[in-house]
């Protein structure tokens, strides 16, 4: 019943900017904690940032001062804006919803 829908993903260059987006849609989005992953090739999946349904935020040391999460209820959508890419950085970014429910994932890719 629950659909995570991710948009926003593609290439850039290093120290460029992308926002992505995560629809949700047959739930109630605002009583529940959203969250970004990212899995590079080869690499275990992992948390990259979580935003509670209070507006409370964690992040990855990795991303830390270049990657905001931000939810808008109204629109039942969370996004993560991120600046300043790496070329580590790449990977497929995918959404949760309570670590219940994933997205199929957007791939991002940051060139030198």
């Known amino acids: 019943q629950v659909q995570l829908v991710e948009s926003g993903g593609g290439l850039v260059q290093a120290g460029e900017s992308l926002r992505l987006s995560c629809a949700a849609s047959?739930?109630?989005?605002?009583?529940?904690?959203m969250s970004w992953y990212r899995q590079a090739p080869g690499k275990e999946r992992e948390l990259v940032a979580t935003?509670?349904?209070?507006?409370?935020?964690n992040y990855a040391d990795s991303v830390k001062g270049r990657f905001t999460i931000s939810r808008d209820n109204a629109k039942n959508t969370v996004y993560l804006q991120m600046n300043s890419l790496k070329p580590e950085d790449t990977a497929v970014y995918y959404c949760?919803?309570?670590?219940?429910?994933w997205g199929q994932g957007t791939q991002v890719t940051v060139s030198s």
């Open positions: 949760n919803l309570q670590w219940q429910h």
């Open positions: 047959g739930t109630i989005f605002r009583i529940n904690t």
């Open positions: 935003i509670t349904s209070v507006g409370n935020t």
